[in-house]
């Protein structure tokens, strides 16, 4: 299918609308410039090559400490967990007991886009979604996939069976999705009433495909979000907000109800897209809360070489709020025990309800 700059094609039970021309560079070049500063502030390497504890405990401290975004949020007393770290470090830990003691103290932020990395392990924190049920289970999800879906860079699309709903998965943020692509999906789905896009189990990746996803569903510009970045080593050192802008996709978009399936294994990137999908009308968030990680990631260095990643910059919801610990869904879905026994997904069922209901049709 060939794209029309000038007429973007719209799928839409109603009179096509006209969208806007605004191309959002403010909101472009204030990214840019946040990025800018965090290289300036969040990114160092030590110059003096040191392996002894003490040297690369006070490294990783200081380097969380003035450049960590969540210590208000999160009730972190930074302080008292150096006091309780330096007085157990012993000078004659090996350097997988360093490690170890390390990844302890980094999981004190209980933040699963912190993460202490080395050439034979990486320290990380996965409490944030280990204590929800899975709300997804890929066996029963090839009875409504089958064997002969269609593939599109990192996205898995069909008709569901004896319905006239779409169903695509995307499983990683970090698989491509393509423009083209997203033009052939639309085209196939062209006679169906709705869309499910499944993201559950999505553990996040590249904020650039949730911005080219999410636009294909816009009839104007919006304002999707909010971002801060560290201006000085203090806690609370902090620029103004800047606004998160997206514009609609000069291709192929998307006007019919839309039902985003999301559990607490939406992570990251992903829960980036839940939020720019929340705000839109004909759009549902179904299943459970998602897993946050609303944290812009940085990285730096360690005497030693270890590298340590955490969250530099907050993005906030269009409410000025932190999703750092998840978003919450349109309709609580849980998959229960007596589907699960029979092979049906609570979660995809209930989407294609909802679906016919906005609709006011039966279903087929």
């Given at each position: 299918m060939k794209a029309n700059r000038n007429k973007p094609t719209v799928f839409s039970r109603t009179e096509k609308r006209k969208t806007s021309s605004l191309t959002g560079g403010a909101g472009r070049a204030a990214f840019l410039l946040i990025l800018l500063c965090l290289a300036l502030t969040g990114c160092r390497k030590e110059s003096l090559y040191a392996t002894d504890p003490r040297s690369n405990f006070e490294a990783l401290w200081k380097i969380l400490d003035e450049h960590y975004c969540f210590f208000e949020y999160k009730d972190v007393d930074w302080d008292e967990v150096y006091r309780t770290y330096s007085a157990q470090l012993s000078d004659t830990l090996n350097r997988y007991q360093l490690f170890e003691f390390l990844g302890n103290m980094l999981s004190e932020l209980k933040d699963g886009h912190t993460n202490l990395v080395s050439s034979f392990n990486m320290a990380?924190?996965?409490?944030?979604?280990?204590?929800?049920?899975?709300?997804?289970?890929?066996?029963?999800?090839?009875?409504?996939?089958?064997?002969?879906?269609?593939?599109?860079?990192?996205?898995?699309?069909?008709?569901?069976?004896?319905?006239?709903?779409?169903?695509?998965?995307?499983?990683?943020?970090?698989?491509?999705?393509?423009?083209?692509?997203?033009?052939?999906?639309?085209?196939?789905?062209?006679?169906?009433?709705?869309?499910?896009?499944?993201?559950?189990?999505?553990?996040?990746?590249?904020?650039?495909?949730?911005?080219?996803?999410?636009?294909?569903?816009?009839?104007?510009?919006?304002?999707?979000?909010?971002?801060?970045?560290?201006?000085?080593?203090?806690?609370?050192?902090?620029?103004?907000?800047?606004?998160?802008?997206?514009?609609?996709?000069?291709?192929?978009?998307?006007?019919?109800?839309?039902?985003?399936?999301?559990?607490?294994?939406?992570?990251?990137?992903?829960?980036?897209?839940?939020?720019?999908?929340?705000?839109?009308?004909?759009?549902?968030?179904?299943?459970?809360?998602?897993?946050?990680?609303?944290?812009?990631?940085?990285?730096?260095?360690?005497?030693?070489?270890?590298?340590?990643?955490?969250?530099?910059?907050?993005?906030?919801?269009?409410?000025?709020?932190?999703?750092?610990?998840?978003?919450?869904?349109?309709?609580?879905?849980d998959m229960t025990a007596e589907d699960t026994a029979k092979g049906r997904d609570t979660l995809i069922e209930e989407a294609v309800t909802w679906i016919h209901a906005q609709t006011r049709q039966p279903a087929p």
């Amino acid at each position: 299918m060939k794209a029309n700059r000038n007429k973007p094609t719209v799928f839409s039970r109603t009179e096509k609308r006209k969208t806007s021309s605004l191309t959002g560079g403010a909101g472009r070049a204030a990214f840019l410039l946040i990025l800018l500063c965090l290289a300036l502030t969040g990114c160092r390497k030590e110059s003096l090559y040191a392996t002894d504890p003490r040297s690369n405990f006070e490294a990783l401290w200081k380097i969380l400490d003035e450049h960590y975004c969540f210590f208000e949020y999160k009730d972190v007393d930074w302080d008292e967990v150096y006091r309780t770290y330096s007085a157990q470090l012993s000078d004659t830990l090996n350097r997988y007991q360093l490690f170890e003691f390390l990844g302890n103290m980094l999981s004190e932020l209980k933040d699963g886009h912190t993460n202490l990395v080395s050439s034979f392990n990486m320290a990380r924190y996965w409490a944030w979604y280990e204590n929800y049920p899975p709300n997804f289970n890929y066996e029963i999800q090839k009875n409504y996939l089958g064997t002969d879906y269609l593939i599109s860079g990192g996205i898995r699309y069909v008709r569901l069976p004896g319905t006239d709903v779409g169903y695509l998965y995307y499983g990683s943020f970090s698989n491509t999705v393509k423009e083209s692509g997203l033009d052939e999906i639309f085209m196939y789905f062209k006679d169906c009433r709705g869309l499910i896009i499944d993201v559950r189990d999505n553990g996040g990746g590249s904020l650039s495909y949730s911005d080219r996803i999410a636009s294909r569903f816009l009839e104007e510009k919006v304002t999707v979000g909010y971002i801060r970045h560290k201006t000085g080593p203090g806690h609370d050192d902090f620029s103004d907000l800047y606004p998160i802008e997206l514009k609609p996709s000069e291709r192929a978009r998307w006007l019919r109800p839309v039902a985003v399936l999301t559990n607490r294994h939406s992570y990251s990137a992903t829960n980036d897209f839940v939020n720019k999908m929340k705000i839109l009308p004909r759009v549902a968030i179904i299943g459970d809360r998602t897993g946050g990680g609303s944290g812009l990631p940085f990285n730096s260095e360690l005497p030693n070489g270890w590298i340590v990643r955490f969250s530099a910059s907050p993005i906030l919801d269009v409410n000025k709020e932190i999703t750092e610990s998840g978003i919450e869904p349109d309709l609580k879905v849980d998959m229960t025990a007596e589907d699960t026994a029979k092979g049906r997904d609570t979660l995809i069922e209930e989407a294609v309800t909802w679906i016919h209901a906005q609709t006011r049709q039966p279903a087929p």
